[in-house]
């Protein structure tokens, strides 16, 4: 058993463990600071080139219906590292009127293998990687993952609740959790906090704040860091 507790943290779609790490920056080392082991594994399926390649008309439309630009996000050095592959927790596919998430067994199977032995005491995840941690941490919570009764806190990062129909799971509401949910006015994606908000309602006791000005991204002001660590190291006290 890792001596150090850990903490699970999940990347963004089109990024990988250690982009999100780079992204995260004081965060991670704030947290690392506290005593917090941080465990980013990659998510269970890479995205081809094409893939690739499709979503940059959608990325820039999105960015540009708030007056962004997503060149300015989506590049090597800011969502990603110079030759990674780049992953995707859910792979959602729907037929029928019925969403299936293809790549999430795979997903959880990649956390599984990278959290084999450690102390698991929280989850973090950014965009797609929020929605990864809070199904984690509802699964883990009812007991159908092996860390649910060391899981202590989740914080959560301008991010969504994630919705399907398979695999057939049942992890809401996220009981006996801390919450820590952090969004932005100005997300291109999830503007204004509603989305963070659904988040938040799965939790007991939440702690919401929509900062105003952020986009899509982790907040790295020094308020926010300290703000991010202190709620980690209280969660174990």
């Not at 973090?124 to 202590?152: D, H, N, T, V, W």
Request: glycine residues 10%; aromatic residues 10%; charged residues 20%.
């Amino acid at each position: 058993m890792s001596p150090r507790p850990c903490i699970l943290v999940l990347h963004g779609m089109t990024m990988s463990g250690a982009s999100m790490l780079a992204l995260l920056g004081p965060v991670a080392d704030a947290l690392e600071a506290a005593g917090f082991e941080l465990v980013a594994p990659n998510a269970g399926v890479a995205l081809s080139e094409a893939e690739l390649a499709g979503l940059v008309p959608w990325l820039r439309q999105t960015y540009a219906k708030v007056g962004q630009d997503a060149s300015a996000w989506f590049h090597e050095g800011a969502f990603w590292l110079p030759d990674e592959a780049r992953y995707e927790w859910f792979g959602a596919r729907t037929e029928g009127g019925r969403k299936t998430y293809t790549a999430l067994d795979a997903g959880l199977a990649a956390v599984a293998s990278a959290v084999e032995g450690r102390h698991v005491v929280g989850v973090l995840g950014f965009s797609q990687g929020c929605a990864m941690a809070a199904l984690i941490a509802g699964l883990a919570k009812k007991g159908a993952l092996p860390y649910g009764e060391s899981l202590r806190f989740g914080v959560f990062l301008s991010g969504f609740l994630p919705r399907f129909d398979e695999p057939a799971l049942d992890p809401w509401p996220i009981a006996e959790l801390r919450g820590l949910c952090i969004t932005g006015t100005a997300d291109a994606f999830f503007p204004g906090g509603e989305a963070m908000r659904e988040v938040a309602d799965q939790l007991d006791a939440p702690e919401l704040h929509v900062i105003e000005g952020l986009q899509h991204t982790v907040p790295t002001e020094p308020e926010w860091v300290a703000r991010i660590a202190s709620f980690a190291a209280e969660s174990l006290r």
